[in-house]
């Protein structure tokens, strides 16, 4: 293994595969297969990679090579985790060069999704970084015929106190890292920390406000051609072309074409993308797969389904329930919507297949396009290079696969393949529409004291796994099969995800019903079914409170026995001015919470949200969200993130639905999508990081999306009497600016 | 051969006249920050100053911006010496994937070469061309607010208090 990865430093592609795939959680259980657990006693993906130099090597000058099998989607984790090794390993964040996910160079940590990057790959540098600290510091001891615990590191060296120090890349030079972490060793102390903790500055930004060359989109390699995918408007068509008219075309140098799938190559883009919008002259057909789902919400309960029973609690037999209610919530399918198209760079070369891509998981990715291409997994590695964020499954591992068959055609030529934006909204996996049907009784004394729950949903994720799973492996002849939709199963849950309430109900059942059978095309949304599950939970207990005459922050802290979750909901309320709030005319507050996944952060919000009649229009005046992400790594990109979760969760609550005709698309531009803007963007926005320094990371980047739809809803029933309990909450005529 | 004054120097491009701008940026002078986003004027992506009013670049074919003055986000300022805008970008750390943000501060720079001193309204208006889908729209009214401070205005009824 070691030979291998200094092969693989020098320039040499060797295959990096320490242990063969078997079945494992990553990311949230969106990705399938994985390496599998070797050393349970380690904590993170150590667990999965023991050896320290997995994860860190120090090179001759001093320089820190950290590694990690996760990808950097704008969420701030390139920071994150450099500031975790820096500190934990006593160098300066400048020494330290984050390589993030390339097949050829990183463990394998599966997809980047489910908020668990802190959480797998965090855990595992930072203490990978503080074993290899110790393993300094023992190495100087042995030096200097003295005992480790009697040295002290500082700014990348070892120091005995009394004038003598000697540099880690000194030391390192006769150090081998390739040996296991020790589940003993000791992080830093909280007092000893410099980085971890505070809001350091991200690493990313100077080069991407500066215009310095930072996406896949601005690669570009010696030789390289441009190339762009022909095929029908969107998902459940089938383009028709005119390919001896194509090929007249100025600008078209050449089509590249397996079974169905085709692509167009030039050295240019504009004439490029003229030809894209000649070709759609020769029409579409109706693809294989289009099939009506019929007028939603209704259509998910006609589907088929497997139901299966995730909660049944009867802790109390004995209650007596004096009052029922039952509602019904659901959203529609919505897009991922990134602002640049997929993109990606392939280049075919000396019998490797380098494929240059923004896909969350490039591990699977690399097994779908080994398996297109019938060759062999140690000749293709795919490197992750940044895009526009993706909040979940859009189409970069689809872009990935076209590039590929385009570069595999055309040996020791770089290929840029870049979608267009009418491809993006067409052909995107969208998000599923939802429905949650809930039930609850109250006894006498206010108390929720039976609960139901029942979701219907498609599969949360059809992130690729094999070729059939790549648009273009459904392309080629013959066809690759896409692999079966199969639940995401609890903790994590797909469709279910939150479906389980943390409150403290003594008889509670929730029933997941899994929809196999896809109308459309759907995969992961940031989320998952969190956003319609807690949007259901937390409109359902205000219309409890309402019910039973309680104040709803204080009806909820009624039903929580978890401190952190009742120490958010006080921090949010308080910092809002909960008890102090004086409603006025079609205006109202409205409050939500909860704990991501059951298992993630735990977010409560509290919006002040007018509604002006005559114009339809919402304002929200403020929104205050307090969160417990576990310790705090950057407060500020933890405030980052759930700032970005509540206005992104405005925007898909108020205002989306993505337009379907007997299963086809009707979006493919922004003017029938249209997202928030400035216009319609909170006036105040203000996050409180709890802190909680020593415990687990609980990742923050999908926490905001479910609570913040809730605190809408509500605080429009608050303002107006009416309550939206069908999404997009502006089909009722209500709209931001 | 197309001759263009961008970013104070004069750039010359073999190109059919009828080339948008942004292919222009990107594919012959090597110029990055203006992003591909839609191509229909929809998104606020590819804007760039031209006489320092902010224009959609994948619209605006190159060959009708005739003597006028070209400004990208390159020519603000680098990540060494960033200018501004850039710098109340950094200062409030006003992005997450970054993609829209070059976009962002070409209007944002638009806007203040016009007035220091815009209302709220002004600026949330002057800057919805431009999408950003990773929900940064704080951030980056907070950096066009501190922005304006910085160049001796200031926003005037600003929704959040400045920095």
């Not at chain 1, 001891?141 to 890349?169: C, H, N």
Request: proline letters at 7%; one cysteine or more; a neutral charge.
């Amino acid at each position: 293994m070691i030979a291998s990865r200094r092969d693989v430093l020098g320039g040499l592609v060797v295959a990096f595969s320490l242990a063969p795939a078997a079945l494992a959680q990553t990311g949230g259980g969106e990705g399938r297969g994985g390496p599998p657990t070797v050393a349970p006693e380690l904590p993170g993906t150590l667990a999965k990679f023991p050896d320290l130099d997995a994860w860190i090597r120090i090179a001759p000058d001093g320089r820190v090579t950290v590694f990690t099998g996760k990808v950097e989607l704008g969420t701030g984790i390139k920071t994150a985790i450099a500031q975790l090794a820096a500190d934990e390993l006593d160098v300066a964040l400048g020494r330290i060069d984050l390589i993030t996910a390339d097949t050829g160079l990183t463990p394998n940590e599966g997809v980047t999704a489910g908020s668990q990057t802190l959480e797998q790959s965090g855990t595992a540098v930072a203490n990978a970084a503080a074993n290899v600290r110790l393993l300094l510091a023992e190495a100087a001891a042995t030096r200097w015929g003295v005992v480790a615990t009697d040295l002290f590191t500082r700014d990348g060296e070892v120091l005995d106190g009394r004038g003598r120090r000697v540099s880690y890349a000194d030391l390192a030079a006769s150090l081998s890292l390739a040996v296991h972490a020790r589940a003993d060793v000791p992080r830093k102390r909280r007092d000893a920390r410099r980085l971890i903790g505070r809001s350091v500055p991200r690493v990313d930004l100077p080069a991407k406000l500066t215009g310095l060359a930072a996406y896949v989109h601005d690669m570009r390699l010696p030789g390289m051609v441009h190339a762009r995918v022909l095929r029908g408007p969107g998902s459940g068509t089938r383009g028709r072309f005119d390919f001896a008219a194509m090929a007249r075309l100025s600008g078209v140098d050449r089509i590249v074409r397996r079974g169905t799938f085709a692509a167009i190559v030039g050295t240019r883009e504009w004439p490029l993308e003229r030809a894209l919008h000649a070709a759609a002259r020769g029409g579409w057909q109706a693809g294989p797969d289009a099939n009506a789902p019929g007028p939603l919400p209704e259509a998910l309960l006609r589907m088929r389904r497997e139901s299966r029973t995730i909660e049944d609690r009867h802790d109390d037999p004995h209650a007596v329930p004096v009052r029922r209610l039952s509602a019904r919530y659901d959203r529609p399918y919505l897009m991922h919507g990134a602002i640049g198209p997929s993109c990606a760079v392939a280049l075919f070369e000396n019998d490797v297949l380098t494929v240059w891509t923004h896909s969350q998981g490039v591990e699977p990715l690399r097994a779908a396009i080994a398996e297109l291409l019938a060759m062999p997994l140690e000749r293709v590695r795919c490197v992750h290079r940044e895009g526009a964020g993706c909040y979940g499954h859009n189409g970069a591992d689809d872009v990935a696969g076209d590039a590929a068959l385009v570069a595999i055609a055309m040996p020791g030529i770089p290929v840029r393949l870049q979608w267009s934006r009418e491809q993006e909204h067409g052909w995107e996996p969208l998000g599923p529409a939802m429905l949650a049907w809930l039930d609850a009784s109250l006894d006498a004394s206010g108390r929720i004291v039976a609960w139901q729950h029942q979701v219907w949903s498609n599969t949360h994720s059809t992130r690729p796994s094999a070729a059939g799973d790549l648009l273009a492996g459904q392309e080629v002849i013959p066809p690759f099969p896409a692999t079966p939709p199969e639940p995401i199963p609890q903790p994590n849950g797909g469709g279910d995800r939150n479906a389980i309430p943390l409150y403290r109900f003594p008889n509670s059942q929730v029933v997941s019903h899994f929809l196999p059978d896809m109308p459309v095309r759907v995969s992961a949304l940031r989320g998952l079914g969190a956003h319609l599950n807690i949007f259901a939970l937390e409109s359902f207990i205000d219309e409890l409170a309402d019910a039973a005459g309680r104040d709803p922050v204080a009806f909820r802290l009624a039903h929580l026995d978890d401190p952190r979750a009742i120490a958010v909901i006080g921090r949010a309320a308080a910092q809002f001015g909960w008890q102090h709030y004086r409603p006025s005319p079609n205006r109202g507050r409205g409050f939500a919470f909860a704990r991501y996944k059951n298992h993630g952060a735990y977010l409560a919000v509290a919006l002040d949200v007018e509604f002006v009649p005559d114009e339809g229009r919402l304002i929200v005046h403020r929104a205050v969200a307090a969160v417990d992400s576990g310790e705090a790594v950057n407060p500020d990109g933890i405030r980052n993130q759930v700032e970005g979760g509540i206005v992104q969760s405005l925007s898909w609550t108020a205002y989306e639905a993505a337009g379907l005709d007997g299963g086809r698309r009707t979006d493919y531009d922004w003017s029938t999508y249209p997202i928030l803007r400035f216009g319609d963007a909170p006036r105040s926005v203000v996050i409180d990081v709890i802190d909680r320094p020593g415990a687990p990371f609980l990742g923050t980047g999908e926490c905001a999306q479910g609570p913040t739809a809730a605190a809408l809803a509500n605080a429009l029933a608050a303002a107006t009497g009416t309550r939206s309990r069908s999404l997009p909450i502006a089909r009722a005529g209500a709209r931001f600016a | 051969m197309i001759k263009l004054k961008i970013n104070g120097a004069v750039a010359r491009a073999d190109v059919d006249p009828a080339t948008p701008l942004l292919y222009v940026l990107r594919d012959d002078l090597g110029l990055h920050a203006a992003k591909f986003g839609c191509g229909l004027g929809q998104c606020g992506s590819c804007t760039v100053l031209v006489d320092d009013r902010p224009v959609f670049a994948c619209l605006l074919p190159v060959g009708a911006i005739g003597t006028r003055a070209v400004t990208t986000v390159e020519g603000l300022g680098t990540a060494e010496a960033p200018g501004t805008v850039q710098r109340a970008f950094l200062d409030e750390q006003a992005g997450q994937c970054g993609y829209c943000i070059p976009g962002m501060i070409a209007r944002a720079e638009g806007l203040l070469r016009r007035t220091t001193t815009p209302t709220e309204e002004e600026v949330r208006s002057a800057m919805a061309p431009s999408l950003c889908r990773c929900g940064t729209h704080m951030r980056i009214l907070r950096a066009v607010r501190r922005a304006a401070a910085a160049r001796g205005g200031g926003v005037v009824d600003p929704a959040e208090p400045v920095a």
